[in-house]
């Protein structure tokens, strides 16, 4: 159980266009989920907090204009990186609280992007 | 601001040895504690975690310990396999029943056969 998807897994883009990934919980439904962005050989970095039916909440000096947060449904979240540029290059990773183990986060295998 | 700090950066052990990674987190109200292991290229996997409540979790070769007072916990991986290498991440949940984890630096760990 506990299972959750991410898609693509890779994505290379030309600057200026907006790329979407997409964050599913497969077999159980996560009213929050984690966006997360990781640089090569180093830590975690949260992005933002998406919760279903509500505004995303962005940590502090992440532009959220930049990255667009959807919540739509209990198993599906979406980050949107527009007008992507060189440096938004980066591994992102998604993760999602089951609801019934406390504040364990489960993630997605993420998805690395590229642009060009 | 809620902080995770990681020790040490880089392990190098020899197989059957034990490892101990320590972390040390500054919101007291924090109250679960999950480690995470990562291969290269790959999600961060759950390993296991601790909650206040209790000092010690152990699960096969893999245990935790948790100093409140301290503000400490520490992984410990006794007999390593070459199997384990791979980068492992402390974190700490945030306050205000966010849900929010807060991750150490991570530590690679090496374990030569």
């Known amino acids: 159980g506990a299972v959750v998807s991410q898609h693509p897994s890779r994505v290379i883009c030309k600057s200026g266009t907006s790329v979407k990934i997409e964050c599913r919980s497969l077999?159980?439904?996560?009213?929050?989920m984690f966006w997360y962005r990781q640089f090569p050989k180093q830590s975690l970095m949260l992005m933002a907090t998406s919760n279903e039916g509500s505004k995303a909440t962005y940590e502090q000096g992440v532009e959220k204009d930049k990255f667009l947060i959807n919540h739509a449904s209990l198993t599906l979240s979406t980050l949107t990186v527009t007008s992507a540029h060189p440096e938004d290059s980066s591994f992102y990773i998604c993760?999602?609280?089951?609801?019934?183990?406390?504040?364990?986060?489960?993630f997605g295998p993420g998805t690395r992007l590229l642009v060009l | 601001g809620e902080n995770v700090e990681q020790h040490p950066s880089t392990l190098s052990v020899q197989e059957g040895d034990s490892a101990v990674i320590k972390c040390t987190y500054s919101d007291s109200a924090s109250n679960y504690f999950p480690w995470y292991k990562q291969e290269l290229g790959k999600r961060p996997q759950l390993i296991i975690d601790?909650?206040?409540?209790?000092g010690e979790k152990k699960d096969q070769r893999i245990a935790v310990t948790l100093n409140k007072t301290a503000k400490h916990f520490s992984l410990h991986i006794t007999e390593t396999q070459p199997e384990d290498s791979a980068v492992y991440f402390c974190?700490?949940?945030?306050?205000?029943?966010?849900?929010?984890?807060?991750f150490g630096q991570g530590t690679t760990l090496q374990v030569k056969p």
């Open positions: 993760s999602a609280n089951d609801g019934t183990s406390g504040e364990t986060q489960y």
């Open positions: 601790i909650r206040s409540n209790v």
């Open positions: 974190a700490a949940n945030g306050s205000g029943n966010t849900g929010k984890l807060i």
């Open positions: 077999d159980f439904q996560a009213t929050t």
